[in-house]
């Protein structure tokens, strides 16, 4: 693994650059087809959040749910589009990372400072809440199948998920993890349809009720909070989509952005096909006594609810791939640009398990799972996929003040601001109240 000396002339100093981007996962390869793109988006989107949506609607009620469900898909879609247009607005660069359009926006150091961190925050987040999320479905598709075993702790089924991706992990970039993606974008499809499809079948509750469930106007503010969270993480794809961007072929006659755009729509329809059936039904359905994860509260049949339990593990898997690859192509520029370490299968094998294991280790610690989804949500989320590209927007493109362009980033802005505040106040306090009740490792 040994460190290189620095390299003396500017053609050297290329060639190494050159050797070093056709190494690291994001850059490296550039055939991507646009339907490949479409399944990124639909595996990076449709996150676990979609089978918490009837309970954040059950905290946000008919009226405000509705609306804000239907205004995040327009709002994320638009930014998603300025982040396409983005991508390739200087002629003859690409901009293959969401830091360094940042850097290109705020400048070298600012623009480092204000997208890493908050990108890190998503991705390692979302990883770990993975984790947990996978290890909790395989637990409730053991306990489904074979409801009088001896019951598993949780923690040994997070491991065995893990241990699926310290295989997984050594694909070397996105085109060679587009098979798994596929998968998940299916899975994802699967499980929301069985999700609502079951739904119906069990018909409206009895007994079934709409209000607010908190009994206090404190706690109904707070889960309100919460809930803005739990939605802002269900449209996360952001923080990945110029690494997908990247991966797709480019010529000044044919640029990246016609495949990618075709790709995105597609996406969204899948989005919104999975999205408003499971978050309106499941809720119309249960009523305020939906549980967290929509699965939980449909007990049977019990081979459906086993099947969609396995759909959200297979899922899961690649979702948690997806979020990786651009914390594994920050890591190895680092290890390789920095620290001078020379590019190798090794290399590549240690630091990728290191942050397997780290995810691990964190969501075995910590599996409260809806807390984190919406502190997360409010705190990163937020800005990247809300805020950030329309802030980057009018950095760049300096829209006339008072025009179109400029008032929809406004108001973006603004009510992604909201949400970045709003958000994490509510979902801290469930996390307190929660880990009042919790033992660690039970």
């Not at 918490?52 to 059950?58: C, D, E, I, K, R």
């Not at 940042?102 to 908050?118: N, R, S």
């Not at 996978?134 to 053991?142: C, I, V, Y």
């Not at 949500?377 to 829209?399: D, H, R, S």
Request: charged share 15%.
């Amino acid at each position: 693994m040994g460190t290189q000396g620095p390299p003396t002339s500017i053609d050297e100093k290329l060639a190494r650059q050159k050797e070093i981007d056709d190494w690291l996962p994001i850059s490296s390869s550039r055939n991507a087809k646009w339907w490949y793109s479409a399944f990124h988006n639909v595996t990076a989107m449709v996150g676990a959040g979609v089978l918490g949506l009837p309970y954040a609607m059950s905290e946000l009620g008919w009226g405000p749910g509705v609306v804000i469900m239907v205004l995040s898909w327009i709002i994320t879609l638009y930014t998603l589009w300025q982040m396409v247009e983005m991508h390739e607005m200087v002629p003859g660069k690409r901009f293959d990372r969401y830091h360094e359009l940042g850097q290109h926006a705020f400048g070298e150091k600012l623009g480092l400072y204000i997208v890493v961190p908050q990108q890190l925050i998503v991705e390692v987040g979302v990883d770990i809440v993975y984790m947990v999320t996978g290890g909790k479905s395989l637990k409730k598709f053991h306990d489904t199948v074979c409801s009088t075993c001896k019951p598993i702790k949780l923690t040994y089924f997070i491991m065995i998920f893990a241990s699926v991706h310290f295989v997984l992990s050594h694909l070397p970039n996105f085109n060679s993890i587009s098979g798994v993606s596929l998968a998940a974008a299916v899975m994802s499809l699967s499980y929301s349809t069985i999700a609502w499809g079951a739904s119906v079948d069990k018909g409206v509750q009895d007994n079934v009720e709409y209000g607010y469930k908190a009994k206090s106007t404190a706690g109904t503010v707070f889960n309100f909070f919460s809930a803005l969270g739990e939605v802002a993480f269900a449209y996360a794809g952001h923080n990945v989509v110029l690494e997908i961007q990247a991966t797709i072929p480019s010529t000044p006659e044919k640029p990246s952005k016609g495949p990618m755009w075709r790709g995105v729509i597609v996406a969204y329809i899948v989005v919104a096909l999975c999205y408003f059936p499971v978050a309106l039904i499941g809720y119309w359905m249960f009523g305020n006594g939906v549980s967290d994860n929509i699965l939980i509260s449909l007990e049977n049949p019990a081979w459906l609810i086993a099947m969609a339990n396995m759909f959200v593990v297979i899922h899961v898997i690649g979702s948690y791939q997806i979020y990786a690859m651009p914390v594994f192509d920050m890591i190895e520029t680092v290890l390789v640009k920095k620290l001078h370490f020379k590019p190798s299968t090794t290399l590549r094998f240690i630091s990728r398990n290191i942050y397997v294991a780290f995810t691990m280790f964190v969501g075995i610690t910590f599996p409260f799972f809806s807390g984190l989804l919406s502190f997360f949500g409010g705190f990163a989320f937020a800005p990247t996929t809300y805020f950030l590209p329309c802030v980057m927007w009018l950095a760049i493109y300096k829209p006339k003040k008072y025009s179109l362009s400029w008032i929809a980033n406004w108001i973006c802005i603004i009510l992604g601001l909201l949400l970045m505040i709003l958000a994490p106040i509510g979902a801290l306090r469930n996390i307190i109240l929660e880990a009042k009740t919790y033992e660690f490792y039970s």
